[in-house]
């Protein structure tokens, strides 16, 4: 706890108040948009309305760090909306964005071609990222019943809050309602039973009857939460050693680089069923040996062997399409995949299939208590929405960067930094920096890069909407020359020097106060072995952006192409 406390991992009342005030706005806004869709009123007029039909209104649902209640401050919410017959995705993705943008939300992003579609945006300092799902009118009608008890177990939660005396806040507020609902379908006896503290309401396998592919994805999310929350169990001991344990974890693999899905390695819900299956195996251990246990299991785990909470539901309930499931021997591309965590409701999935091997390799290396060493790349533009834009598609298709690097027959092995250091320079521009450490074999002398990087280069450079203000470098630096800002957080924790004999590679994208971004990516090399620099022949002008490398003395050289276009030739 006292690690929590001083790492500010757990949010204080006011925080937890705000976040609820969002959710209850945002479960107002969407009563009133759903009816807004009828011919014969507007959404003005049904923000107002005291009329509505409820059993037509969408529901709000969370899942992630919020449901678990494990969420730092800063962290997202993520929701799931229910919403009846009536309305159709691209509702969601149209006229639900004009209601958001009325209310005046930050950082409004629809983003409706996802593999799981979803809607970012911030309110009153919270970030949400909101998923959409369409259910049949039976469902709905289900949802209504269950809502009525929810609202009669929250008026008797309340009188017994007002009996008890209010905990201190060391300990994390309740971030969400009480579950109320449960039928047969659910996990054992202990899901529609979960104390307070913990969940909104059940949403269970029949909920699946009736939805495509991409809601079912949706609804996984509160499915897979709630599983984990059952299976921790209702005994108030072992919950609170389970979000200690995850908090922990969490920051554990933050610190050192491990924590994104984005960039291959394992996000929020990886870390989450890992450290519920050690909780599922302990069930009476403390917080203090979960964690040993924890490293324990998984820095000797034998993988590719999956790590599975249950065992896996070949076949859904009637009435529900069969979808496909996570299953390495009829499915090829499963076989192949290297660190399989799965999803405990069907349809299971591979929750970490885009874990590569130089991510596998740094995190069993982090989980042995192994070298650390990392590679920098950085993201720099002076307009902010522009180097935002940007920087989600350079950061989306980092692991191509990555595997990239990671060549046996260049004997070069990557080992990635998953954290991004932003920052605004003192010339305005905006910058982002990734590191990823090389290590050569022993018998290189000489790496050309240049073939190592070209499939990302050729990607990002070839993006349609890239504008000429947007710019990527590379360079190398030496250890030595690695920029403060790479040790200004966690400068105390020794785990994360670089080890003496290694390379790192830092890429950074920029932009200056006449609207130019650029990503610049910096490879630092902490040996004595040279690493040629040498330029693509005519490159076209679609692809026309500069990678600047440092050699050990710091001097730039030119690397690959493509930079401000404009001005090159």
Aim: glycine residues 4%; charged residues 25%.
């Amino acid at each position: 706890m006292e690690v929590s406390t001083s790492r500010q991992l757990i949010e204080s009342t006011d925080g937890i108040q705000n976040r609820r005030q969002v959710m209850q706005r945002l479960n107002s806004m969407l009563g009133a948009w759903s009816e807004s869709l009828t011919p014969t009123a507007s959404y003005a007029d049904m923000l107002t309305s005291r009329k509505t039909k409820e059993t037509n209104h969408p529901y709000l649902l969370s899942f992630g760090s919020y449901r678990l209640g494990v969420h730092t401050p800063d962290a997202d919410v993520d929701c799931l909306v229910l919403a009846p017959p009536h309305i159709q995705r691209h509702d969601f993705f149209d006229s639900w964005i004009t209601v958001l943008k009325n209310a005046e939300v930050d950082d409004l992003h629809p983003v409706a071609t996802a593999y799981t579609p979803v809607v970012k945006f911030s309110m009153n300092g919270i970030k949400i990222d909101m998923v959409f799902a369409r259910i049949t009118s039976l469902q709905m009608n289900w949802l209504a019943d269950c809502k009525l008890r929810l609202e009669q177990a929250k008026m008797k939660e309340q009188v017994k809050m007002k009996e008890n005396s209010i905990d201190s806040e060391s300990e994390q507020a309740p971030s969400t309602e009480i579950v109320i609902e449960h039928n047969a379908h659910d996990l054992d006896d202990g899901l529609g039973e979960i104390a307070d503290k913990i969940a909104e309401m059940v949403v269970s396998d029949d909920m699946l009857i009736g939805l495509d592919e991409t809601s079912v994805r949706c609804v996984n999310g509160v499915r897979v939460s709630q599983y984990l929350l059952a299976t921790v169990g209702t005994n108030p001991t072992r919950l609170e050693n389970f979000r200690l344990t995850l908090r922990i974890v969490k920051e554990w693999a933050r610190v050192h680089g491990l924590y994104s899905n984005v960039l291959g390695f394992l996000g929020g819900v990886n870390w989450a069923i890992l450290v519920c299956w050690v909780c599922k195996e302990n069930p009476n251990a403390k917080a203090s040996m979960l964690l040993n246990l924890f490293f324990r299991t998984f820095a000797n785990w034998t993988w590719p062997h999956p790590v599975l909470l249950a065992k896996q539901q070949h076949l859904p309930i009637k009435g529900v399409t069969s979808h496909p499931i996570w299953d390495p021997v009829s499915n090829f591309r499963d076989s192949k995949h290297l660190m399989p965590i799965i999803t405990p409701c069907y349809p299971s999935m591979n929750s970490s299939y885009n874990v590569g091997e130089p991510q596998l390799r740094r995190i069993q290396d982090e989980l042995r208590r192994a070298t650390k060493i990392s590679h920098d790349v950085d993201i720099i533009g002076t307009q902010e929405d522009d180097f935002r834009e940007w920087f989600g598609l350079c950061e989306a298709r980092m692991r191509i960067l990555i595997a990239g690097l990671e060549n046996p027959s260049f004997g070069t092995q990557a080992y990635p930094f998953a954290k991004f250091f932003t920052r605004k320079e003192e010339d305005g521009k905006y910058m982002s920096s990734f590191f990823v450490a090389l290590r050569f074999a022993e018998d290189i002398e000489k790496v050309d890069l240049r073939p190592l990087t070209m499939d990302y280069l050729q990607i990002v450079n070839s993006w349609e909407g890239r504008k000429e203000s947007m710019d990527l470098a590379m360079n190398i630096v030496s250890q030595k020359n690695l920029p403060p800002f790479a040790f200004e957080v966690e400068s105390a924790e020794k785990e994360n020097e670089l080890d003496d004999g290694s390379t790192s590679s830092e890429t950074s994208t920029k932009t200056n106060e006449e609207g130019e971004s650029s990503l610049n990516v910096v490879t630092t090399n902490a040996d004595s072995r040279e690493v040629t620099k040498t330029m693509p022949k005519s490159p076209p002008r679609s692809a026309k952006k500069k990678l600047e490398l440092e050699n050990d003395s710091g001097t730039p050289s030119m690397f690959i192409s493509p930079l401000k276009r404009a001005k090159i030739g």
